[in-house]
């Protein structure tokens, strides 16, 4: 059995067991990635993150 979640109308997230939301959309894993010292990709992963812009440095600041 797995926590799976998805996010309601009011953007809030949901988290629930089944497979698919109340609208018939499948649900997401509410667990993170598997993690390993030995990256051996990281590199790679940072250089695309840089190219599309999306690494946290390049997005602006957050407004609380």
């Not at 988290?15 to 993170?32: L, N, V």
């Not at 990709?41 to 599309?52: E, W």
């Amino acid at each position: 059995m797995y926590l799976m979640c998805y996010v309601n109308e009011e953007g809030q997230k949901v988290y629930t067991i089944k497979k698919e939301a109340p609208d018939g959309s499948p649900t997401e894993s509410s667990h993170p990635a598997r993690f390993s010292p030995d990256d051996k990709f990281s590199k790679q992963r940072v250089m695309l993150k840089k190219r599309f812009g999306i690494l946290p440095t390049q997005k602006p600041p957050h407004e609380y």
